[in-house]
C-alpha cells in the first residue's frame, strides 16, 4: 500500500516483558515521527528521525524507550521492561521532506499500534 | 503537556446542522492544523492555516485562526453522518517540526 504502516497492530505484554514496534513509512519520506496516544487523549511527540539521524528524542517519558532507524526507512521503537502507564496507542508518521522553517510539509500517521500491559 | 485545548470535549449533532469546534493554545506557532480520527485508526489530515493567515476554507471545512487569543476554530458545515469521529487541533511551533495536539472534540452526528 502507499500509506504508512504500522505493525504490529495490537499487542498484549506482560509488565517487565520488552515490546518492538515496527514502522513502515510511506516511501521516499526522509521524516519519521513517533506519537504516544493515551485513551482520550491527543498524540505526544515521542520522537523525531531524518534520515536516520534522531534529531529529536526530547519526548521520549524514560530511557526505557528507545527507537531506531538505521537505514533511513522503517522504524522500530522498543519500550523495555514495560509498565502499565505505558499502555496507549503508538502512532508513526512521515513526511516527504526536513521541516523548514517557512515551510510545512504534511505528516501522513499510520493506524498505529494499540499496546496494553497487563 | 498538551498545548491545544479543544472545547467541547463532546458534541452530538444531527445530520445536516453544522458543528463547530474550538481550539486554544499557549505559545508561538508556525502553523495550525485539524486532524480526524475515527475510532481505532490513525490520524487524517483534515487543513493547514499558517499563521499568517486568519480563514481557509476547504470542501465543508471552514477554519479561522485568531493569533491573537491564540484561538482557532473549526466549523463543519452541512454534517453527515460519516463526519462522526474524533477531531484535533495541532501546532508546530517556531523552533521544531513536532506537533502538539489538543485533547480532541468527540463529534457524534446522528442520521
Known amino acids: 500500500g502507499a500509506g504508512v504502516s504500522q505493525s504490529p497492530r495490537y499487542k498484549v505484554a506482560k509488565r517487565g516483558q520488552d515490546v518492538a514496534l515496527r514502522c513502515d513509512p510511506i516511501?521516499?519520506?526522509?521524516?519519521l515521527f513517533w506519537y504516544q496516544q493515551a485513551l482520550g487523549q491527543g498524540p505526544e511527540f515521542l520522537t523525531y528521525?531524518?534520515?536516520?539521524?534522531?534529531?529529536?528524542k526530547s519526548g521520549l517519558p524514560s530511557d526505557r524507550f528507545f527507537a531506531e532507524r538505521p537505514e533511513g526507512s522503517v522504524s522500530t521503537l522498543k519500550i523495555q521492561r514495560t509498565q502499565q502507564e505505558d499502555s496507549a496507542v503508538y502512532l508513526c508518521a512521515s513526511s516527504l521532506v526536513s521541516w523548514v522553517r517557512s515551510h510545512y510539509n504534511e505528516q501522513f500517521f499510520g493506524p498505529g499500534t494499540r499496546l496494553t500491559v497487563l | 503537556s498538551q498545548q491545544g485545548e479543544e472545547d467541547p470535549q463532546a458534541l452530538s449533532i444531527q445530520e445536516g446542522e453544522n458543528a463547530t469546534m474550538n481550539c486554544s493554545y499557549k505559545t508561538s506557532i508556525n502553523n495550525l492544523q485539524w486532524y480526524r480520527q475515527n475510532s481505532g485508526r490513525g490520524l487524517v489530515h483534515l487543513i493547514l492555516?499558517?499563521?499568517?493567515?486568519r480563514e481557509k476554507h476547504s470542501g465543508r471545512l471552514r477554519v479561522t485562526l485568531d493569533t491573537s487569543k491564540k484561538s482557532s476554530s473549526l466549523l463543519i458545515t452541512a454534517s453527515r453522518a460519516a463526519d462522526t469521529a474524533s477531531y484535533f487541533c495541532?501546532?508546530?511551533?517556531?523552533?521544531?517540526?513536532?506537533?502538539?495536539f489538543g485533547e480532541g472534540t468527540q463529534l457524534t452526528v446522528n442520521p
Open positions: 528521525f531524518q534520515n536516520e539521524a534522531q534529531l529529536d
Open positions: 495541532a501546532t508546530d511551533g517556531t523552533s521544531g517540526s513536532r506537533l502538539t
Open positions: 492555516i499558517r499563521s499568517n493567515e
Open positions: 516511501s521516499g519520506h526522509v521524516s
